[in-house]
Nanobody, 120 residues
Framework: QVQLVESGGGLVQAGGSLRLSCAASGSIFRVDAMGWYRQAPGKQRELVARISRSGSTNYADVVKGRFTISRDNAKNTVVLQMNSLKPEDTAVYYC??????????????WGQGTQVTVSS
């Protein structure tokens, strides 16, 4: 089985920064795309940022220029650096990863989520 463990969430004032980290472990042959999603109360889950194994990135328009996603393939980790945080960034942030646990079997995994709260 594969586990995704997130860390770095917390409470921060508007304009501040947080760094979220996620590490994949378990029965892993290869980790492909990884990403961060978020869900605020009363809203659907939305993409924040995603990164391919080769390093290509996609960002939600509302976070472009403020957030940066990166990864370390050797350690199976992904990081989301969040700067210039706004109250509307408040949400539970979830790590996601597409993982091959052998040569041919691809599965989609999710972390438990970490709370990010931005005060005004």
């Amino acid at each position: 089985q594969v586990q995704l463990v997130e860390s770095g969430g917390g409470l921060v004032q508007a304009g501040g920064s947080l760094r979220l980290s996620c590490a994949a472990s378990g029965s892993i042959f290869r980790v492909d795309a990884m990403g961060w999603y978020r869900q605020a109360p009363g809203k659907q889950r939305e993409l924040v940022a995603r990164i391919s194994r080769s390093g290509s990135t996609n960002y939600a328009d509302v976070v472009k220029g403020r957030f940066t996603i990166s990864r370390d393939n050797a350690k199976n980790t992904v990081v989301l650096q969040m700067n210039s945080l706004k109250p509307e960034d408040t949400a539970v942030y979830y790590c996601n990863a597409d993982v091959f646990n052998d040569y041919v079997n691809l599965r989609d995994y999710w972390g438990q989520g970490t709370q990010v709260t931005v005060s005004s």
